[in-house]
């Protein structure tokens, strides 16, 4: 069985700094596209960054500059670090995991608040 479980997030002042942390167990993510998405209150939920299995990233414009996406391949672990955080970036994030079979596989979601 396939289980994603993110931890981290939590409560920060804006201009300040996080990091979430995806757990894979069930998959391993070294031949994989791995992701972060957002879904704010009211909104759909969308894409923050990527990155394939080759290394490439790709990241939403509205952060890229401040969040870096990347992987432990020993520890089957997706991060996402987010720096200069602005309170438009509160929202829940959702780790993803893109099955090589088509389909997705998703964690729960941590929350993150930044304060103004």
């Known amino acids: 069985q396939v289980q994603l479980v993110e931890s981290g997030g939590g409560l920060a002042q804006a201009g300040g700094s996080l990091s979430v942390s995806c757990q894979v167990s069930?998959?391993?993510?070294?031949?994989?596209?791995v992701g972060w998405y957002r879904q704010a209150p009211g909104k759909e939920r969308e894409l923050v960054a990527g990155?394939?299995?080759?290394?490439?990233?790709n990241y939403a414009d509205s952060v890229n500059g401040r969040f870096t996406i990347s992987r432990d391949y020993n520890k089957n672990t997706v991060y996402l670090q987010m720096n200069s955080l602005k309170p438009e970036d509160t929202a829940v994030y959702y780790c993803?995991?893109?099955?090589?079979?088509?389909?997705?596989?998703w964690g729960r979601g941590t929350q993150v608040t930044v304060s103004s």
């Open positions: 990155i394939t299995s080759f290394g490439r990233t």
């Open positions: 993803n995991v893109q099955k090589t079979t088509g389909g997705d596989y």
């Open positions: 069930g998959t391993l993510i070294t031949d994989k596209t």
